[in-house]
């Protein structure tokens, strides 16, 4: 049996190793906002329930382990105290995914991941339209539990307000848990489907990932691709140029093929089996083509 001590290995490993050992893990996917009135959305795995009398979630916005560097939802809740938590569910994953992709300050998060924004009731951050459920929470504390890196910042909330999506309820006005069809987090880029298992999601890239909002209004408006779709398809540094989209035609004529008939619907169809592969940079060569 391999045997660890915390002291004896580097925070990086045994970030891994604890996450890789306690799972699945519930996703917040926090809203905030700053001084400035600026969005801020993010998703934190370190998140449960831990109370209903009062209602009280508990969210970590953890150092991060390679620079000690803390995160915006962390100074948000630290100037403004209020976070609505969102629950995700699978046709969001990919979404939520590209949110966590490490934007500058200020970039809104909403409008890069193809989320929509939706007035809180209660307090000031923004609900995600797209969640099952959304929780409007007034901060009433936040615990450091050190200052190096790979600390937590334990952000004890108290839920003012719940919105559920109806078409979630049984017929009892419960949540149904087959039909919220939730996410949670495993080790490395895994996650589970509470329906039907593990799959796997690429992290965002290190270097920014263009954003939801950069894919163009005519894409944006396909009758066939999903919010999933459009989150990896967000997912890359930048665009293919001319050059390679014909050489990608000139090597799989049936791809050309269906492009030439100029067919919206079985070129974002065609798109979408790549994206299924997960093949961002080819399905964006199949839907820039002329």
Request: hydrophobic content about 35%; charged content about 25%.
């Amino acid at each position: 049996m391999l045997t660890i001590e915390p002291k004896d290995v580097s925070v990086g490993k045994l970030h891994q190793y604890l996450l890789g050992a306690v799972g699945p893990r519930p996703i917040a996917f926090a809203s905030t906002i700053d001084e400035q009135g600026r969005p801020n959305l993010s998703p934190f795995s370190f998140f449960n329930v831990f109370g209903s009398n009062p209602p009280v979630l508990i969210f970590s916005p953890a150092r991060r382990g390679r620079d000690n560097t803390t995160k915006h939802t962390y100074e948000n809740t630290k100037k403004i105290d209020e976070v609505v938590i969102n629950i995700v569910n699978y046709d969001i994953v990919q979404q939520m995914s590209l949110s966590s992709t490490e934007y500058d300050e200020g970039v809104n998060e909403f409008e890069k991941a193809g989320l929509t924004p939706l007035k809180s009731d209660l307090v000031k951050p923004f609900r995600v339209a797209e969640s099952p459920v959304q929780m409007e929470c007034k901060v009433h504390e936040v615990m450091e539990t050190g200052q190096e890196g790979g600390a937590g910042n334990l952000v004890i909330c108290h839920v003012l307000k719940m919105h559920i999506k109806e078409e979630i309820l049984d017929e009892n006005g419960y949540i149904d848990q087959h039909k919220i069809d939730q996410v949670a987090r495993m080790g490395g880029n895994w996650y589970t489907r509470a329906n039907l298992g593990m799959f796997e999601v690429p992290k965002p890239l290190s270097t920014l990932g263009i954003g939801v909002d950069q894919i163009p209004e005519e894409i944006r408006k396909s009758k066939v691709l999903t919010g999933n779709d459009y989150g990896k398809l967000g997912n890359v540094e930048s665009l293919p140029k001319e050059a390679a989209i014909q050489q990608f035609l000139a090597a799989n004529p049936e791809a050309a093929e269906i492009i030439s008939e100029g067919n919206t619907e079985k070129i974002h169809k065609m798109a979408q089996v790549y994206l299924d592969r997960n093949e961002p940079k080819s399905a964006w060569k199949i839907l820039l083509a002329k």
